[in-house]
């Protein structure tokens, strides 16, 4: 595992120092800003992207804790959980309808997920973990008027104290930061926030 000797909160952080600067950079290119300081004005924008930001940065932390722990069939589950977990908060809370062999179709992979949950019990709190925090999130940016860039922007403004804290208290300790102190792995974790940023 490339990232195994780097501890997940510390990850985490930088990922979130990273992916602030970069966003940025691609929100000028395309002139976005207009959108971000529409949103930084609307009160309600903002506390829907504070809770945005709460539940990607608790996705963010399970994620890479439950991948450098050596979880990966628990973090598979949980994004296979999630489309059904969005389907089932769709029609409770959004209104969608689904037509009857829609229901069909999502009854048969909530049979086919539970059956790969089973082999999974011990460690299912990861899989739900991933999968509700990614619906809410989902949710919750379906109910603010901002792009995924400049949400994304937001968020992770938002996320860069507790962020820059946790860096900071690493870099502080006797083991001192891992950033910096190998090529590869402050390459590697750079890259973790060009792919953030990139992928939105």
């Known amino acids: ?83 059904l977990l969005n389907v089932l908060l769709g029609t409770l809370l959004l209104g969608e309808r689904l037509s009857k062999w829609q229901w069909i179709a999502v009854a048969i992979a909530a049979c086919a997920v539970g059956l790969l949950a089973m082999g999974a019990l011990t460690t299912l709190w990861i899989s739900l973990s991933l999968a509700m925090s990614f619906c809410l999130y989902g949710i919750v940016r379906k109910k603010v008027n901002v792009g995924a860039l400049p949400g994304l922007t937001i968020e992770s403004a938002i996320l860069l104290p507790v962020a820059a804290i946790v ?15 190998d090529l590869k792995l402050s390459v590697l974790i750079v890259f973790s926030g060009v792919v953030t940023a990139a992928c939105r």
């Not at 628990?74 to 999630?82: C, D, E, M, Q």
């Not at 860096?167 to 102190?181: E, I, K, Q, R």
């Open 1 to 83: 595992m490339l990232m195994s000797s780097v501890p997940p909160f510390e990850f985490v952080g930088w990922r979130i120092i990273w992916t602030l600067p970069l966003c940025l950079v691609i929100v000028a290119v395309r002139r976005q800003f207009s959108e971000i300081m529409e949103a930084l004005r609307d009160p309600r924008a903002m506390l829907m992207l504070l809770t945005s930001a709460v539940l990607i940065g608790i996705n963010w932390f399970v994620y890479i804790w439950a991948i450098i722990e050596g979880n990966v069939y628990a973090t598979s589950l949980g994004y296979y959980l999630n489309p």
């Open 167 to 181: 860096a900071g208290s690493y870099a502080a300790s006797d083991a001192g930061t891992v950033f910096g102190s």
